[in-house]
């Protein structure tokens, strides 16, 4: 047996004491993959090892919803806690179905990489499911809200989404993480988006879990023609939190518009992978994620964007920026194009460097403290992120979650 096999086992022997088998297919699947090591190219900078001596179980959960719930915001709400649904404000109807995720569900499993180890973990063990349906030609009149909370030391939450938007429907959704400070958690979590013919769905997630809470979140997402899909990932809090984002845009006139702030601290590490890859013509897509490091944090981008060689009259830009606040700071930033087509207009980026001492000895000569004038070019940096959070209460929230942890306000 490889170390790397040794290290899988060890790390499901843990996880099966508190987890049911899910799916024997699954299973078998996961025999054939290998826990990821620094020499695995997609984990290259982010270590998993702590997993491997963590004896996870299913722990109670005693967080209280309504406390984390997003003030002002009219929605309808729904709440995990520790990887279980455990509440859903709105019944089915003519328009909108939301519900628990079952194996009969047609479209489930159909945009999730079973080659992905963590994918296939959340696959083969017992899971918290929710299916979310709009209907065809219909407009949510407000947004749904889902909130995950996650409590207990050792704890291991399970949370798998489907979301299917039919044609012509639109809906705004808001995802929340939360955690107590109990002590070391995780959660595996997948979610398989389907965004069918000019349908358009808008998702503001928001992680703000303890630093001791480690989080692997892969989104799976599916673009039919004329379609429109837009997220905003918003991270301040976790001690490792691992977002990989995959979008299939198989159709054309689609528009795809990817959004990330992390700002982090202490001993946090953050990594976002995101693939785009188009396979049809005359679409555009657009990413900028913005980086704040601080004390010994690490943080890593990743993005790749494909272009398919029937894929002509692209657009698609990639921008990373990263403001680096200590010397201790670590950011690893990889953009990256991949390009088969010739009649395409693509660009990528990445910066990463610190401060304009100039910029603050400007301000600090107009009688401004040194911490506030960090604190307003922080701000100003980060508001090309946050102008794209166009929802007041949820701007509000995620500013107030920022002035609590880092004693500032944008």
Not at 17 to 34: C, P, Y
Not at 120 to 142: P, R
Not at 250 to 278: A, F, I, R
Request: contains cysteine; hydrophobic residues 35%; proline residues 1%.
């Amino acid at each position: 047996m490889s170390a790397a096999e040794s290290k899988k086992e060890k790390f499901l022997s843990g996880i099966s004491a508190g987890s049911s088998v899910h799916s024997t297919t699954a299973m078998n699947k996961l025999n054939g993959l290998d826990f990821p090591t620094r020499k695995t190219e997609e984990w290259k900078y982010t270590r998993v090892s702590k997993l491997i001596n963590s004896n996870l179980t299913k722990g109670e959960a005693l967080l209280d919803a309504e406390v984390f719930s997003i003030q002002q915001l009219d929605s309808y709400k729904v709440i995990f806690t520790n990887g279980n649904l455990t509440h859903s404000d709105l019944e089915d109807n003519s328009s909108i179905s939301i519900r628990r995720l079952t194996e009969n569900d047609v479209l489930l499993n159909s945009q999730a990489n079973e080659e992905e180890i963590f994918t296939t973990i959340n696959l083969a063990y017992e899971h918290g499911g929710l299916y979310i349906h709009v209907s065809s030609g219909a407009i949510i009149d407000k947004p749904v809200e889902i909130i995950h909370l996650v409590d207990g030391k050792n704890t291991f939450a399970q949370i798998r989404k489907l979301v299917v938007l039919e044609p012509g429907s639109e809906l705004q959704l808001v995802e929340g993480y939360y955690s107590s400070e109990h002590g070391f958690a995780f959660s595996n979590i997948v979610s398989e988006i389907i965004v069918k013919r000019n349908a358009k769905l808008h998702l503001d997630k928001i992680q703000s879990e303890s630093e001791e809470h480690w989080q692997i979140n892969s989104e799976y997402v599916y673009q039919e023609q004329d379609s429109s899909f837009s997220i905003n990932t918003i991270t301040v809090n976790g001690g490792m939190v691992r977002n990989g984002l995959n979008i299939v845009v198989d159709g054309s006139n689609c528009e795809t518009s990817l959004n990330g702030l992390y700002y982090l601290k202490g001993n946090q590490h953050v990594d976002n992978h995101t693939k785009v890859d188009h396979k049809k013509p005359h679409c555009t897509s657009s990413e900028l994620y913005k980086g704040i490091l601080d004390d010994a944090a690490t943080g890593v981008f990743n993005g790749k964007v494909f272009v398919r060689e029937d894929a002509q009259k692209i657009e698609a830009f990639q921008q990373n920026n990263n403001v680096i606040l200590s010397d201790e700071a670590n950011m690893n930033a990889k953009p990256e194009l991949e390009i088969y087509a010739d009649d395409v207009k693509c660009s990528h980026g990445s910066t990463t460097g610190q401060f304009d001492n100039d910029a603050i000895f400007y301000l600090r000569t107009r009688g401004v403290g040194e911490k506030n004038a960090k604190n307003l070019m922080v701000s100003a940096f980060a508001e090309d992120v946050l102008q794209h959070v166009k929802n007041q209460p949820v701007r509000t929230h995620i500013n107030t979650l920022l002035k609590t942890r880092f004693d500032w306000k944008l």
